[in-house]
């Protein structure tokens, strides 16, 4: 088992930045699988981006070159560094990970607006 807790998130301007995070209640050493979704209101919930235990990336179209995945396992932390927001970025991410059972957390708002 691995409660998962998401920070970071809050309210920024279009154009500006967030780093969230993950903090895991044990070792994500040995989670091959880590990801961040996120869903807006009226949508469903959607894959951002996932990354191995080996720090091998995968990222949507609407995200990629715009945010950066990545876990210290040192730290039993997951990070998403978002960059250029858009309105449109606007929902709450949620964090996850899989090994044997599937886990996610609660979620952290981001709000992009001017």
């Known amino acids: 088992q691995v409660q998962l807790v998401e920070s970071g998130g809050g309210l920024v301007q279009p154009g500006g930045s967030l780093r969230l995070s993950c903090a895991a209640s044990r070792s994500i050493f040995d989670i091959n699988t880590m990801a961040w979704y996120r869903q807006a209101p009226g949508n469903e919930r959607e894959l951002l981006a996932t990354?191995?235990?080996?720090?091998?990336?995968y990222y949507v179209d609407s995200v990629k070159g715009r945010f950066t995945i990545s876990r210290d396992n040192a730290k039993n932390t997951l990070y998403l560094q978002m960059n250029s927001l858009k309105p449109e970025d606007t929902a709450v991410y949620y964090c996850?990970?899989?090994?044997?059972?599937?886990?996610w957390g609660k979620g952290t708002l981001v709000t992009v607006s001017s």
């Open positions: 996850f990970a899989v090994d044997a059972l599937t886990y």
């Open positions: 990354i191995t235990r080996g720090g091998s990336t």
